[in-house]
């Protein structure tokens, strides 16, 4: 499995900006279908977005619009970039892993690598 690490959390007030990263270590991301998942206070974890190895994305209807999905294959890694950022965004925000995988694969067990988690945190 691909061991991922998430970065680029914190503290932003509503209507502001962040980029999280996700490096990925142990083997190659070119065929993996890299993802975002997030995790607000006490509710289940929930899917934000998804890039395939064509580049193809995915977003869930609540982030359309405002993040963008990325990676670089030849640094391993992807960067998700969060504007115009509201309050109910605030979550632990998760990347995750899935060789060969749909693109439109929205559950958790579609996912075999996780990271850690990164703290995002939007204040009114």
């Known amino acids: 499995q691909v061991q991922l690490v998430e970065s680029g959390g914190g503290l932003v007030q509503a209507g502001g900006s962040l980029r999280l990263s996700c490096a990925a270590s142990?083997?190659?991301?070119?065929?993996?279908?890299m993802a975002w998942f997030r995790q607000p206070p006490g509710k289940e974890r929930e899917f934000v977005a998804a890039?395939?190895?064509?580049?193809?994305?995915y977003y869930a209807d609540s982030v359309k619009g405002r993040f963008t999905l990325s990676r670089d294959n030849a640094k391993n890694t992807i960067s998700l970039e969060m504007n115009i950022l509201k309050p109910e965004d605030t979550a632990v925000y998760y990347c995750?892993?899935?060789?060969?995988?749909?693109?439109?694969?929205?559950?958790?067990?579609?996912?075999?690598?996780w990271g850690r988690g990164t703290q995002v945190t939007v204040s009114s």
């Open positions: 142990g083997r190659t991301i070119t065929p993996y279908t």
């Open positions: 995750a892993a899935n060789q060969w995988g749909a693109v439109q694969a929205t559950g958790v067990s579609g996912y075999e690598s």
């Open positions: 890039i395939n190895w064509r580049s193809s994305t």
